[in-house]
């Protein structure tokens, strides 16, 4: 049988030299927490918990319940599990000061929530810092997300590869299916939301985006981040969401959805960019700021940066 989820952590434990005991606990809490909000998910229409909550957080975003309830239930195991030193959700104002130092974990308890009514792929990211959530990514020590999909998948790195596991329905446990997920050098996808083309702040990326379409590129856009990014990780091929007219420093959250899918992207050979310098090297300044992100395949990450800076 493959590997669980847990035994691949004991057995990281000699290449990886933060993973002890306590990082280990936390990881396989985050793990659990999913494998219930799966479980939420995947029954959602018979438990009543479609829709909205009725109300709008932090980011102006009206909540769905399944939003809440995913949030509920990974605070709750971050709290029960005493290694979190601070917790940090996209559906909470403050970060949740728990102590001094530990694991600061920041995530997007639901992913895509405009895609749960009609059965799309959505997600839950999450990151994990060492003492303070306020750090680059580049100093990241673990970051993952799960997608719920057709599959459960569990996709994540601690700093040495990229590991993707398959929740098996009988065991109910992760499963080992993807030992090491490497980033093709270069794909034949691009996936950015076009309905908003003449509103993107750059000239560069309309003339990159036409570039592409003359290449014979296929646009895929799932309007999920973990789905897109998912597909982008595995096929290849480059992500956009840039900064325009309406968000003006891009849409997508830096500590809890740009961060953690920049750090998986390097770790799998490829390339995560806000367009003027690595997601992984932007400093943070507030819990809940916004970047442009371009990221996928080193070949269209670079070509669309030449495109960006005018170079092409
Ligand atoms: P748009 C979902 O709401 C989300 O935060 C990301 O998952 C996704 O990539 C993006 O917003 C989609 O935004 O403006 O294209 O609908």
Redesign the pocket.
Known sequence: MALTFSAYLFQEREKVSWLNDEAILLLGEIASATKEIAGKVRKAGLLGILGSAGKFNVQGEEVQKLDELANEILIESLKNCGKACQITSEEVEECLVVSESGYAVAFDPL????NIDVNVSIGTIFSVHKDSVMKRGRELLAAGYVIYGPSTMLVVSLGNGVSAFTLDPESGNYLLSHPEVKLPEKGKIYSI?EANREKWLSKGLREFIDYLKGEKYTLRYV????A?VHRTLFKGGIFI?PADKKNTSG??RLLYEASPMAFLVEQAGGLASTGEADILDVVPSELHQRVPVILGSKWEVNKCLEFIKGEA
């Open positions: 992913d895509g929530s405009s939301n309007g999920s981040m973990v897109d969401y849409k997508l």
